[in-house]
C-alpha cells in the first residue's frame, strides 16, 4: 500500500508520518523500516522529532540525501535518482526480507528535484506500481499549497496512491489548530471528518474531530 500525506507548510507532515512508522515498528520489534528523508540532514530530522517527543526505534533506518549516495552510488556519479532508491529497495528487501514492512519519502517534491521530469506521470505511474510491488506499507510526503487540488498535481500522484492523508490548519478565535483527514484509504471503511492533531508528551496525537 502507498499513501500520500498531503498538506502546506508546518502541518506536522513529517512528524505524523514518523510518528506512525516509530509507533508501528515500537510494537513490531521483528520488523524493519527505513526513512529517506531528502529535505533535511538525518541529523536534524532527527533533532527536530526529538523536540515533538518522537523517539527513535532500533528497527528504524534514517538515511539523508548525501547518505544514500554514499553508501549506495554506484561508479556513475550521476547516476538517476529514481534507479538509486530501486537499488536502495532491492538491497534491504535482499538483506532483510518480509522484515522490511514500511518505508517513508520525505519528500516528493524534493525528489522531483533530483530527477529528470521529462515524461514524469509515466515515470510517476511506474515509481508508485514498483513500490507498491513490494508488498509494505510505504508513506510518501507531498507539500501542497493551502487549499490546493492534489489530483491536479505534476505526477496525478492522488490517483496512483492506494490512500491519502491530508493535513491543514484551520483558524479558530485565539490560534491555528491542526487537522488530519483521511480522502481515501483502498479498502478501509474510515471517517471522512477532520481530526484535531497535538503534540503531547508521547510524540504525535490524533485527538476528535475538527467539527462534530
Same mark, same amino acid.
Given at each position: 500500500?502507498? $499513501?500520500?500525506?498531503?498538506?502546506?507548510?508546518?502541518?506536522? /507532515?513529517?512528524?505524523?508520518?514518523?510518528?506512525?512508522?516509530?509507533?508501528?515498528?515500537?510494537?513490531?520489534?521483528?520488523?524493519?523500516? $527505513?526513512?529517506?528523508?531528502?529535505?533535511?540532514?538525518?541529523?536534524?530530522?532527527?533533532?527536530?522529532?526529538?523536540? @515533538?517527543?518522537?523517539?527513535?526505534?532500533?528497527?528504524?533506518?534514517?538515511?539523508?540525501?548525501?547518505? @544514500?549516495?554514499?553508501?549506495?552510488?554506484?561508479?556513475?556519479?550521476?547516476?538517476?535518482?529514481?534507479?538509486?532508491?530501486?537499488?536502495?529497495?532491492?538491497?534491504?528487501?535482499?538483506?532483510?526480507?518480509?522484515?522490511?514492512?514500511?518505508?517513508?519519502?520525505?519528500? @516528493?517534491?524534493?525528489?522531483?528535484?533530483?530527477?529528470?521530469?521529462?515524461?514524469?506521470?509515466?515515470?510517476?505511474?511506474?515509481?508508485?506500481?514498483? @513500490?507498491?510491488?513490494?508488498?509494505?506499507?510505504?508513506? $510518501?510526503?507531498?507539500?501542497?499549497?493551502?487549499?490546493?487540488?492534489?489530483?491536479?498535481?505534476?505526477?496525478?500522484?492522488?490517483? !496512483?496512491?492506494?490512500?491519502?492523508?491530508?493535513?491543514?490548519?484551520?483558524?479558530?478565535?485565539?490560534?491555528?489548530?491542526?487537522?488530519?483527514?483521511?480522502? /481515501?484509504?483502498?479498502?478501509?471503511?474510515?471517517?471522512? /471528518?477532520?481530526? !484535531? $492533531?497535538?503534540?503531547?508528551?508521547?510524540?504525535?496525537?490524533?485527538?476528535?474531530?475538527?467539527?462534530?
Amino acid at each position: 500500500m502507498v $499513501v500520500l500525506v498531503t498538506g502546506p507548510a508546518g502541518c506536522l /507532515k513529517s512528524a505524523l508520518s514518523f510518528n506512525l512508522m516509530t509507533r508501528h515498528l515500537e510494537t513490531h520489534p521483528d520488523e524493519f523500516g $527505513v526513512y529517506i528523508t531528502l529535505e533535511e540532514t538525518t541529523h536534524s530530522h532527527l533533532r527536530n522529532m526529538q523536540s @515533538l517527543n518522537i523517539a527513535l526505534p532500533e528497527n528504524l533506518m534514517i538515511s539523508d540525501h548525501s547518505d @544514500l549516495r554514499t553508501r549506495f552510488e554506484s561508479d556513475n556519479p550521476h547516476p538517476d535518482f529514481l534507479e538509486l532508491i530501486y537499488g536502495i529497495l532491492g538491497f534491504f528487501k535482499q538483506d532483510k526480507g518480509d522484515k522490511f514492512t514500511c518505508l517513508a519519502i520525505d519528500s @516528493l517534491g524534493a525528489m522531483y528535484s533530483l530527477i529528470d521530469t521529462t515524461n514524469i506521470r509515466a515515470r510517476m505511474y511506474n515509481f508508485f506500481k514498483r @513500490l507498491r510491488e513490494l508488498d509494505m506499507t510505504t508513506i $510518501v510526503i507531498m507539500e501542497t499549497p493551502a487549499e490546493s487540488n492534489i489530483h491536479m498535481s505534476l505526477g496525478s500522484e492522488g490517483f !496512483l496512491a492506494d490512500g491519502i492523508i491530508q493535513m491543514g490548519m484551520a483558524d479558530t478565535k485565539q490560534d491555528i489548530a491542526l487537522f488530519m483527514q483521511v480522502i /481515501k484509504m483502498r479498502a478501509c471503511a474510515h471517517s471522512r /471528518k477532520k481530526h !484535531l $492533531v497535538d503534540v503531547t508528551d508521547s510524540g504525535i496525537s490524533v485527538l476528535g474531530p475538527l467539527f462534530d
